[in-house]
């Protein structure tokens, strides 16, 4: 149990192109998702939290009209880089809270973005 | 704010001996939690072991077990019978239990295991 997906595992696009990244909880409802980044050999980085239903909250430093973030239901939330450029390039996770449930997040197997 | 220090960059271990990650944390909450997750090479983040700050008992999940202690603010994890698949990195991670930025992690900056055959 507890699965979290994300599609696509790989992306690369041109620059100034739109890229969307799914994130789902396929076996449990997520009442919060998380988006973050990683860099090579680093920590994870969040990015925001989203909430189903209600917008996103976004860190400190992290552009809200450059990485869009929808939640529209208990099982899925998308984050679209807008106009990518080459230092959006990174990785990106998503995790997934369960409804009503206790404290751990889920987490997805990461999309990889490559911006040229 | 939180913040949570693993402060061994790097870590070995020979296949089936014992080794010990260490992670210490700041907080002024009383209520909480703490996690290990593991990041293989697929990078797929993968949960390790879970610690609820009220319960006294170390959390044991197999050949994974943890050294809470609360006063010192420390979570270190124990892995026994070292295996290849646990060769990864290893995120120590803290959460509140409620008021703003609850159910934010805040994590470590990770420690390298690499198991040796």
């Known amino acids: 149990g507890a699965v979290v997906s994300q599609h696509p595992s790989r992306v690369i696009c041109k620059s100034g192109t739109s890229v969307k990244i799914e994130c789902r909880s396929l076996d449990f409802q997520a009442t919060t998702m998380f988006w973050y980044r990683q860099f090579p050999k680093k920590s994870l980085m969040l990015m925001a939290t989203s909430n189903e239903g209600s917008k996103a909250t976004y860190e400190q430093g992290v552009e809200k009209d450059k990485f869009l973030i929808n939640h529209a239901s208990l099982t899925l939330s998308t984050l679209t880089v807008t106009s990518a450029h080459p230092e959006d390039s990174s990785f990106y996770i998503c995790?997934?809270?369960?409804?009503?449930?206790?404290?751990?997040?889920?987490f997805g197997p990461g999309t990889r973005l490559l911006v040229l | 704010a939180q913040t949570v220090t693993q402060s061994q960059p790097e870590m070995s271990v020979q296949e089936a001996e014992t080794v010990t990650l260490s992670c210490t944390y700041d907080t002024s909450e009383n209520n909480y939690y703490l996690f290990w997750y593991k990041q293989p090479p697929s990078r797929q983040m993968i949960l390790v072991i879970r610690?609820?700050?009220?319960?006294?008992q170390n959390a044991t999940e197999n050949r994974f077990s943890v050294n809470f202690q609360k006063a010192a603010k420390s979570f270190s994890l124990k892995i026994s019978d070292s295996q290849l698949g646990d060769t990864a990195m290893y995120f120590c991670?803290?959460?509140?239990?409620?008021?703003?930025?609850?159910?934010?992690?805040?994590f470590g900056k990770g420690t390298k295991l690499s198991v040796i055959p």
């Open positions: 995790s997934a809270r369960p409804q009503g449930g206790i404290e751990t997040q889920y």
């Open positions: 991670a803290f959460i509140r239990s409620s008021g703003a930025g609850s159910y934010q992690l805040t």
């Open positions: 610690q609820e700050a009220y319960k006294q």
